[in-house]
């Protein structure tokens, strides 16, 4: 079965820092997508991790321990604009499919 | 380059009735998949089409079902709609697999409400 876990909702202070965990217990991995989509919105590409290790691009980064099924992406020196959901994914190349966690929602307060 | 295109945007629908979703997906990709995205859960895979062949199937009966075009449109149609059909309905598009993934670029989403 497959099964993964974000926190539903987060809230931070613009210009701090946020880490959001992604726990998962999947038959089959191959990679972990994180996507951001604001509210009404197309979510969007923002990594994907297949290898231990963290992985940098510009304000966000994301990690991954295969061994303990755990990810986190980091969000850095937030803005307003970072208010949306964030979606943890476990790619299965068996059947080329992606399996969502529920999203966490993150909330940037001025 | 136009991103994945998806119609119509809203669809107002009652209980037994059938509903019928495009999807366009950006130019030189040949697979399309459609996710559901009911409220307060998260995005759950539909079905993966990939040069007009049906791929792989997530866990729906089978009165969700779809099509994919010679153009690689897609088409998603949900047959003797229930309540719990209401859910925005994401299409994403991706290049044929020819490494280990391909990345899905989403469409804006249909949202069907079933009254």
């Known amino acids: 079965g497959q099964n993964i876990d974000q926190p539903t909702e987060m809230t931070a202070t613009e210009g701090a820092i946020v880490q959001i965990n992604c726990t998962y217990q999947?038959?089959?991995?191959?990679?972990l997508f994180w996507y951001q989509q604001h509210a009404g919105e197309a979510p969007t590409f923002l990594s994907y991790?297949?290898?231990?290790g963290l992985e940098e691009k510009g304000r966000f980064s994301s990690f991954l321990s295969r061994s303990k099924g755990y990810s986190y992406l980091l969000l850095k020196e937030l803005q307003m604009k970072d208010s949306a959901s964030y979606l943890c994914?476990?790619?299965?190349?068996?059947?080329?499919?992606?399996?969502f966690g529920g999203g966490t929602r993150v909330l940037v307060k001025p | 380059e136009a991103g994945v295109t998806q119609s119509p945007t809203h669809l107002i629908k009652t209980s037994a009735q059938q509903a019928t979703l495009r999807c366009s997906p950006i130019?030189?990709?040949?697979?399309v998949y459609w996710y559901q995205q009911a409220l307060g859960l998260g995005l759950q895979f539909l079905l993966w089409y990939d040069e007009g062949e049906e791929r792989n199937r997530g866990n729906f009966p089978p009165r969700f079902s779809g099509r994919q075009f010679p153009n690689y449109s897609s088409e998603l149609n949900v047959n003797a709609l229930e309540l719990e059909d209401s859910a925005l309905y994401l299409c994403a598009s991706s290049r044929t697999r020819d490494r280990e993934y391909n990345e899905q670029f989403f469409g804006p989403g249909t949202r069907l409400t079933v009254l």
């Open positions: 130019s030189g990709h040949t697979s």
């Open positions: 994914a476990v790619y299965k190349a068996a059947g080329n499919k992606l399996t």
């Open positions: 991790n297949v290898l231990d």
């Open positions: 999947t038959s089959g991995f191959n990679g």
